[in-house]
C-alpha cells in the first residue's frame, strides 16, 4: 500500500521532471539555435508548459501525496523529495492564485522597462515597477513567514538556512578585511600591467582552448556539449544532459577562458548528481550559493592561481602563438589577477567582488524592511560604492541599474554569490588537507579534485541543505576567515605587501 | 456562452500543440545536438509528454468539446479544428488502452528487430513481429471501419479521402506507362555517363551552396535553420521555426543538393501555413501525399529540371571549382537524371520511383486483406520488383527487409509517396497555365512560384482534405496522365525516342 503510494508520488514527479527538462531544452534552444522569428510562438509554448508545472506543483494530489507520505516512508529519497516538495507547495500555494499571475505579468513588464531604463539612463521611468515588485515581494514574505527579519523569508527562496542574522555576522567582517586589503592593494608600488594581454584572439583557437580546458576538467563531452550565447550560462537538462555556452571576445581572452571554466564548475556539479535523483526535485544543485561555491572554485581557485598556468600557459600559448610567445609567466600571471575596482559588479576582480554583492545586500534588506525607499536607491547606492569599493558611479546605468535581479523580482539571490565565494574558500581550505592542490594543478591532472567534489558535494544534488553540506564536509559552521586568508595570501605575494 | 466554449476549446487544442512542439523540439535535439548519453532520459521524458497528448486527445474534455461545438460553430477554423479532433478522438479512443500500450510497446522492440535483421539478412527474425504488427492493424483497423476494403481504414490515417478503390484505378496506368518508358530508356543507344559526377566536393562548399538554394527557394531563414543529421528531414515546430537537416556527401552532391531542395519542398510547405491555424491542429500539412507533393515538386519538377540547371550549374560550379569547370551543361543535366533500377527505393531515379512504390502497396494491402501471409513476403518481394522495376533482388536486406515503415506499424504510409509524386505532376501542369515556368525557372527568380504554393496550397494547412485541395487548384480529381506526360516528354527528350 504504502509501496504503491510512493510509486503514484515519484510518478507525478517525474511527470513534473520532464516537463521541467522538455522547458530547460526549449530555453537553451532560444538562447543557442533558435530561429529569430520563433520566439513568439514559443514564449507562449514555454508560458503554457510552466503552468502545468505550477499546476502540479500546487495540486491537491501533490498536497495529498506530502501529507500522507511525510512521517510515513522509510526511504531516504522519498522523504527528502516530500520535504522539497512540501516547501515548493507552500511557497506557491499560499500566494493567492490571482495575485501571482499579477505578479509574473508585473515581472516580464519590469524587466522590459528595465532594459530601457538602463540604455537611458533613466531611474525614474523603472522606479514605480520596483515600487510594486518591493510591495508584492513583501507580501509574499508575510505569507511565507519568519522568525526574525521579514528578509530571511526571500533569502530562503535562494540559500535555505541562511538568514540574515547569518550574513550580518560575518559580511561585515569579510567587508573590513577587503577594504584593508585593497587599500594596500592600490598603495602598492608593485602594479601588474593589463596590457600585456592585449591582442587578436581568434575565435576558433578559444573554442578549442575552452574544449580542452572543459575536457580536463573531467567534464563529459558525451553528457554535455559547449556551444556560444552572449550571456553563458549552464544548464542541466538531466544528469546525462548538462550544457554549457560560453562568449569569445576577440580583443580579451579572458571572456571565454574564465568564462567557459566557470560555467564547467556549474555542469561538473550537475553532471555528478546521484543518478537515482533522476526525475525528482533532488536532482539539482542544493542553493544558488552552493552551486556558485563550485563554478568559482574552478574559476578562481584553480583557474587563477599561479600552479595552474604553471601547467597551462604553455598550452595556452599553442592556442595563442602571436600574442604571448615572448611574454614571461610572471606578467601574464599578475595581469590576470589586477585587482581595480569598477563600477560593474560582472566586471569586478576577485578580491572586489564580494564588495559589490555587500552593496546590494544591504540595500535589498533595507528595501523590504521598509527602512528605505526606492526613490532613495540611486544616491544610496553610490554612496555604499564609494564606501566600499571606492569609486562612485556616474550614473545609475552603471549604478543602480545595472542588473537585472531586481527588475526580475529577484530579492534575496545577491547574497548567494557572496555565500557560493565563502562556501568555496572553506571546501578549499578542507580539500587541501587531503590533496596536495597547489602540486595537483601543476600537475595538470584534475581528476583528484574532480573526485573529491563529486564525493563530498555533488553527488547529493539536493539531499542536503547547503550549511549541512558546509557542516559535513568542514566541520564547520560557515567561516568566512578562509576567504581573507585565501585572499590575503594571494594577493599580498602579488602585490608584495 | 458558445463564445466562451469556443474559446476553452482553443485552450485545450494550444496546451495539445504545445505539448507537441515541445515534443518536436525534443525529436529535433535528439537528431542534431544531443550529447550520446542524454538519450535514455530523454526517451522517458518524450514517452511522459506523449502520453500527456494522448490523453488530451482522448479526454471526456475533449469529447466534450466535440460533441458541443459540432453543429454549433459558426467559426470554420473552429469547425475544422472539431472535424480534425473527432477524427484523432475516433482513432485513438476505439482502441482500448491496455491494447494501445501493448502496440506501443511491440512498435518499439519491432524496430529494433528490425535493424538487427536487416544488418544480419535475416528475415527470419523479424516474421514473428510482422505477423503481429499485421494483426494488431487488422484488428485497429475493424475498430476504425471502412465501407470497401479493410486497407481503407489505414490508409485513411495518411490519406484522407483517399480509398482502394481510388488507387487501383490510378496505379496500374501508371505502372504500365512506366514500364513502357523504362523499356524505351533501357534500350536507347543513348546513355547518360554518370562517371561525370564523381569528384570531391568539401562539406563547407555543399552547405555554402545547400543555404543559397533555400534561400532562393524562399525558405525565411528568420523562421528556420539548415542543420545536418544522417537522415534528412523537415520539422515544422510552428510556422515561425520550421527547421531542414541535409546530409553531404563528399563523393556525391547529389545527396545534399536535391536533398536539402526536397525538405526545402516541405519547409516552405510549413512556413506558409496561414498563421491564423496556430496551435490548433490545421497548422500542418494536410496529409502526406500533400507534403510529399511540395517537397516533389521543388526536388523534381525544379531542381531537375534542365532549365533550373540552365541558371544555377554556374553558381553550382563556383562552388565546386574543381569537378566541372570542363564539364558542358548537357552531359551533366543528363547525368543526374539518368534512370537505373535500383533495389534500394531512397536511391531511385524518378521515374522507376513511382515502380517501387507499387510493390509495396500491393503486398501490404493484401497482407492487411489477409490475401498472403507474412512468411511469402520475401519471395513476393522479389517476384514484383522483378515484374516491375526488372531487378530480382540478390537478399532481403536489399528487399523486403530495406524499409523502416512496416517495423514501425505503418501500413498505408508508402501510397503517399506515389500519390505526391501525382499531385504534384498535377499542380504542375495547372501552374504552367499562370506561369511561364521554364522562363522563370531559367531566370533563377521562384518568388511567384513560392506565391502559387501559397496562396493555393499552404496557408490552407488542414483546412482542407487532400482530394479536395486538389480538386479547388485543379478542378479535377486524382489524374495520373500528368505524371506520365511528364515523365515520358522528359525522358524522350534526355533518351532521345
Redesign the interface.
Known amino acids: 500500500m504504502s509501496k504503491e503510494l510512493e510509486q503514484d508520488f515519484l510518478n507525478l514527479l517525474?511527470?513534473k521532471?520532464?516537463?521541467e527538462?522538455?522547458?530547460g531544452?526549449?530555453f537553451w534552444?532560444l538562447r543557442t539555435?533558435?530561429?529569430?522569428?520563433?520566439v513568439?510562438?514559443?514564449s507562449?509554448?514555454i508560458g503554457?508548459?510552466s503552468q502545468?508545472v505550477h499546476q502540479i506543483t500546487t495540486s491537491d494530489q501533490m498536497k495529498g501525496y506530502i501529507d500522507e507520505l511525510k512521517n510515513n516512508t522509510q526511504n531516504e529519497i522519498i522523504k527528502k523529495a516530500v520535504e522539497k516538495s512540501e516547501d515548493s507547495y507552500n511557497r506557491s500555494a499560499k500566494i493567492p492564485a490571482e495575485e501571482y499571475k499579477e505578479y509574473v505579468m508585473l515581472q516580464s513588464k519590469a524587466e522590459s522597462v528595465w532594459e530601457e531604463a538602463k540604455d537611458k539612463d533613466d531611474f525614474e521611468s523603472f522606479e514605480p515597477y520596483l515600487e510594486k515588485l518591493v510591495a508584492y515581494n513583501q507580501k509574499f514574505a508575510g505569507y511565507w513567514g519568519y522568525d526574525n527579519h521579514i528578509y530571511d523569508a526571500l533569502l530562503d527562496n535562494y540559500e535555505p538556512g541562511v538568514t540574515v542574522a547569518v550574513l550580518d555576522d560575518v559580511f561585515p567582517k569579510v567587508r573590513n578585511s577587503l577594504s584593508g586589503l585593497l587599500d594596500k592593494i592600490q598603495q602598492s608600488p608593485i602594479q601588474p600591467d593589463p596590457s600585456v594581454l592585449h591582442g587578436h584572439f581568434p575565435k576558433a583557437d578559444q573554442e578549442k582552448f575552452s574544449l580542452e580546458i572543459l575536457s580536463r576538467m573531467g567534464y563529459?563531452?558525451?553528457?554535455?556539449?559547449l556551444d556560444e550565447t552572449v550571456h553563458p550560462f549552464a544548464i542541466g537538462?538531466?544528469?546525462?544532459?548538462v550544457?554549457v555556452t560560453t562568449k569569445y571576445d576577440v580583443k580579451d581572452f579572458r571572456t571565454a577562458v574564465f568564462g567557459t571554466i566557470h560555467e564547467g564548475g556549474h555542469a561538473l556539479y550537475e553532471q555528478n548528481i546521484n543518478p537515482e535523483l533522476?526525475?525528482t526535485p533532488l536532482a539539482d544543485g542544493t542553493s544558488m550559493g552552493i552551486h556558485e561555491s563550485q563554478s568559482l572554485f574552478w574559476e578562481n581557485f584553480i583557474a587563477r592561481s599561479e600552479a595552474f598556468w604553471e601547467n597551462h600557459y604553455k598550452l595556452f600559448k599553442t592556442y595563442a602563438p602571436d600574442s604571448f610567445s615572448d611574454l614571461p609567466l610572471d606578467p601574464f600571471y599578475k595581469a590576470i589577477n589586477e585587482v581595480k575596482p569598477s563600477y560593474i559588479r560582472i566586471e569586478a576582480d576577485e578580491l572586489t567582488y564580494p564588495l559589490h554583492i555587500m552593496v546590494r545586500y544591504e540595500l535589498e534588506k533595507a528595501l523590504i524592511a521598509g527602512d528605505i525607499k526606492v526613490k532613495e536607491l540611486p544616491e544610496l547606492w553610490n554612496d555604499k560604492m564609494e564606501e566600499y569599493v571606492g569609486i562612485r558611479p556616474r550614473n545609475n546605468a552603471e549604478g543602480v541599474l545595472q542588473d537585472v535581479h531586481w527588475a526580475g523580482g529577484s530579492f534575496g539571490y545577491f547574497p548567494s554569490y557572496a555565500l557560493g565565494y565563502m562556501y568555496a574558500a572553506q571546501f578549499h581550505n578542507r580539500m587541501e588537507k587531503d590533496i596536495d592542490f597547489d602540486k595537483v594543478i601543476r600537475a595538470g591532472d584534475f581528476t583528484g579534485i574532480k573526485e573529491w567534489l563529486t564525493e563530498n558535494i555533488h553527488q547529493y544534488g539536493s539531499m542536503k541543505k547547503p550549511l549541512e553540506i558546509l557542516n559535513d564536509v568542514t566541520g564547520e559552521k560557515l567561516n568566512p576567515d578562509y576567504l581573507v586568508q585565501y585572499l590575503s595570501k594571494k594577493y599580498s605575494k602579488i602585490y608584495q605587501f
Open positions: 517525474k511527470e521532471a520532464s516537463y527538462e522538455a522547458l531544452l526549449m534552444d539555435n533558435a530561429p529569430k522569428k520563433a513568439g510562438n514559443r507562449e509554448v503554457m508548459v502545468k563529459d563531452f558525451e553528457a554535455g556539449r537538462l538531466n544528469v546525462n544532459d550544457r533522476a526525475f
